[in-house]
């Protein structure tokens, strides 16, 4: 399965984190664009020079573990897609020409089901997306989580409670069920 990770969800590192360790796992195929990378980018800039400077390190090492993953979006088609919001009709472009059926985003009211549909690809948030991997298979879900989890405590140089986490994350229903689980 091909999914295309909206900005919105690569921007956050646990979210990036959790999504790209299913990747990892096989569990679905990210792809992305040069334009969503580059508003991933601008997104962190925003926190000044060293937010730059990550996310151009985080793009660089994207790139090189998934080469096939970023996808020329073709503008024939981007220009006839329509979408509430015009900007991101470079997102379903990207999700047709790469052969995605999902969009994973926070924005789902820019991408409306009806709109999607009728190109045969759909949008879920990354919670209700990572829900139903879970609930199809949990382990490498699980160990995602538990790795970016990981990732996090070592970086901050303290614990990190799961649920907690996930809910930063926007991930409230995951964080339930795994929390859930843990207990």
Known sequence: MKAV????????????????GLAVRGVFVPLW???ILG??????????PE???????????????????????????????WLPYKADAHVLATALTGGAAWIITQNLRDFPARALGAEGVRAQ???????????ESGQPVEAAVHAAQAATEAASGRNQPLRALLKRARLPRLGKALGAEAG
Request: proline share 4%.
């Open 125 to 135: 948030s990354p919670d209700d997306f990572l829900m139903a991997r879970w609930l």
């Open 51 to 81: 937010g730059a400077a990550i996310a151009t390190r985080e793009i660089a090492m994207l790139r090189a573990t998934w080469p096939q993953a970023e996808i020329a979006a073709d503008s024939a088609l981007e220009s006839r897609l």
């Open 33 to 35: 664009s040069t334009r």
């Open 5 to 20: 990770l909206d900005a919105c969800v690569l921007y956050p590192s646990v979210l990036r984190e959790i999504l790209l």
């Open 39 to 48: 508003e991933w980018q601008r997104a962190a800039a925003r926190l000044g």
